[in-house]
């Protein structure tokens, strides 16, 4: 339990402040700062091995601490989050995101659907695995069906990475890179990727990326953690309140490629813009939640792409991003096939994902924002998960 001290006064008196002014203010629940953990002196960070591929190389586990018990895990296979620890209203820290506990599980196709790691040379599909460029048709690796989902056969998330710690103000993390060679399951170039994990002491977890190819190419890279923010294998998250700042989304067709239409999602079962469980309307969703989301504001640009509140727990995760869009995905594949950390059995709607990324097969819709990448460009992109605590 937390001792009672000037700061949770202030902190109490702040919240009380907070929920006055909340109904005409604020969109969601937004949360308070997570207090001081005792026994937490600084930042830290720890590197230690994670076990062998089959092919003899070892993977590194890297752990990222702050001085509010924040503590996420990461190793430079599949450059994955493989737990993330954030304290909940009471000081209790659980861990938030689902996964294994060891590199088995993540090495096994049937037992890991990306779980926590960084997705690519392109998120999400691209229909029948064909786009055409500069003239160029292309054929990728197909994995879904006929169509190319999450970089194909052998995405980003299935190899190693070079990783090393950083450190900077306020901040720890890790830095991971990846040379995707050209022609890698269909991709034109060779593409130079570095993706930077920072867990920060203002309980952020940061993801910046960069990349550059010496031949034009698609590139869109996500993060994968499913989330339940009232701990891993605590029940499904169709209580969660969520708050998506889009107005607009990409409806689908059956294999889940976008129709190229954009619609609003006013008076649909897609209008998160005030918050609502992801439960409340997911019964109307054929097979459940899995579509990109188009959010307001300018790509390039840091702005609040979504809000989730867990209300037993109090914990609040905001994420914001320079994309233009976020594919908010209800865990709906999920289906009791995978023991998870602990033990756990992931049965359907136990995780939730918000991947921040451009739209699904932007290759083949050209008044989608352009996802190519050209020789001399510099591709970024940025996204924040925020955590804080209700009252
Ligand atoms: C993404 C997709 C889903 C599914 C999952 C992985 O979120 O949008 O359709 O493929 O990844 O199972």
Same mark, same amino acid.
């Given at each position: 339990?937390?001792?009672?001290?000037?700061?949770?006064? %202030?902190?109490?008196?702040?919240?009380?402040?907070?929920?006055? %002014?909340?109904?005409?203010? @604020?969109?969601?629940? #937004? /949360?308070?700062?997570?207090?001081?953990?005792?026994?937490?002196?600084?930042?830290?960070?720890?590197?230690?091995?994670?076990?062998?591929?089959?092919?003899?190389?070892?993977?590194?586990?890297?752990?990222?601490?702050?001085?509010?018990?924040?503590?996420?895990?990461?190793?430079?296979?599949?450059?994955?989050?493989?737990?993330?620890?954030?304290?909940?209203?009471? /000081?209790?820290? /659980?861990?938030?995101?689902?996964?294994?506990?060891? +590199?088995?599980?993540?090495?096994?196709?049937?037992?890991?659907?990306?779980?926590?790691?960084?997705?690519?040379r392109y998120?999400n599909r691209i229909a029948r695995g064909r786009f055409i460029l500069d003239?160029v048709e292309y054929?990728l690796? !197909?994995?879904?069906?006929?169509?190319h989902?999450?970089?194909?056969?052998?995405?980003?998330?299935?190899? +190693?990475?070079?990783?090393?710690?950083?450190?900077?103000?306020?901040?720890?993390?890790?830095?991971?890179?990846?040379?995707?060679?050209?022609?890698?399951?269909?991709y034109p170039?060779?593409?130079?990727? !570095?993706?930077?994990?920072?867990?920060?002491?203002?309980?952020?977890?940061?993801? =910046?990326?960069? =990349?550059?190819?010496? #031949?034009p190419t698609p590139v869109n890279?996500?993060?994968?953690?499913?989330?339940?923010?009232?701990?891993?294998?605590? /029940?499904?998250?169709?209580?969660?309140?969520?708050?998506?700042?889009?107005?607009?989304?990409?409806?689908?067709?059956?294999? +889940?490629?976008p129709?190229?239409?954009? $619609?609003?999602?006013?008076? !649909?079962?897609?209008?998160?813009? #005030?918050?609502?469980?992801?439960?409340?309307?997911? =019964?109307?969703?054929?097979?459940?939640?899995?579509?990109?989301?188009?959010? $307001?504001?300018?790509?390039?640009?840091?702005?609040?792409?979504?809000?989730?509140?867990?209300?037993?727990?109090? $914990?609040?995760?905001?994420?914001?991003?320079?994309?233009?869009?976020?594919?908010?995905?209800?865990?709906?594949?999920?289906?009791?096939?995978?023991?998870?950390?602990?033990?756990?059995?992931?049965?359907?709607?136990?995780?939730? @994902?918000?991947?921040?990324?451009h739209f699904p097969d932007s290759p083949n819709h050209p008044?989608f924002p352009s996802t190519i990448l050209?020789?001399?460009?510099?591709?970024?992109?940025?996204?924040?998960?925020?955590?804080?605590?209700?009252?």
């Amino acid at each position: 339990m937390m001792k009672m001290g000037p700061l949770t006064i %202030v902190l109490a008196i702040t919240g009380m402040a907070i929920l006055l %002014v909340a109904p005409f203010s @604020c969109k969601g629940k #937004k /949360g308070e700062p997570i207090p001081t953990m005792e026994g937490i002196a600084k930042m830290d960070i720890q590197r230690q091995p994670f076990g062998n591929l089959p092919d003899g190389s070892q993977v590194e586990l890297f752990t990222l601490t702050n001085s509010h018990g924040l503590k996420a895990r990461i190793m430079n296979y599949g450059a994955t989050v493989i737990s993330l620890d954030v304290p909940d209203r009471n /000081g209790q820290r /659980g861990d938030i995101v689902l996964g294994h506990d060891s +590199l088995e599980g993540y090495l096994s196709p049937a037992q890991n659907p990306y779980f926590g790691s960084i997705v690519g040379r392109y998120g999400n599909r691209i229909a029948r695995g064909r786009f055409i460029l500069d003239g160029v048709e292309y054929q990728l690796a !197909t994995n879904i069906g006929p169509n190319h989902l999450h970089g194909g056969l052998k995405g980003f998330d299935k190899v +190693l990475w070079t990783s090393e710690p950083v450190q900077e103000e306020g901040a720890v993390g890790v830095k991971l890179r990846y040379l995707s060679p050209d022609g890698e399951e269909g991709y034109p170039g060779n593409l130079t990727v !570095t993706v930077i994990y920072w867990l920060t002491d203002e309980d952020e977890l940061k993801i =910046a990326y960069e =990349a550059e190819s010496d #031949k034009p190419t698609p590139v869109n890279l996500t993060h994968h953690s499913y989330f339940n923010l009232a701990g891993q294998g605590q /029940g499904d998250v169709l209580g969660h309140e969520l708050m998506l700042n889009a107005d607009y989304f990409t409806p689908v067709d059956e294999e +889940l490629i976008p129709t190229g239409e954009i $619609r609003p999602v006013a008076g !649909t079962p897609w209008d998160f813009t #005030k918050p609502k469980p992801i439960g409340a309307e997911i =019964a109307a969703v054929p097979g459940g939640y899995d579509h990109n989301f188009v959010l $307001r504001g300018e790509t390039g640009t840091l702005k609040l792409a979504a809000r989730v509140h867990e209300p037993s727990t109090g $914990r609040v995760m905001e994420i914001y991003t320079t994309e233009p869009g976020v594919q908010f995905y209800s865990g709906n594949f999920l289906d009791g096939t995978i023991t998870g950390k602990g033990g756990k059995v992931y049965q359907k709607h136990f995780g939730f @994902c918000l991947e921040t990324q451009h739209f699904p097969d932007s290759p083949n819709h050209p008044h989608f924002p352009s996802t190519i990448l050209r020789p001399g460009q510099k591709y970024t992109s940025l996204t924040i998960h925020k955590f804080s605590i209700s009252s």
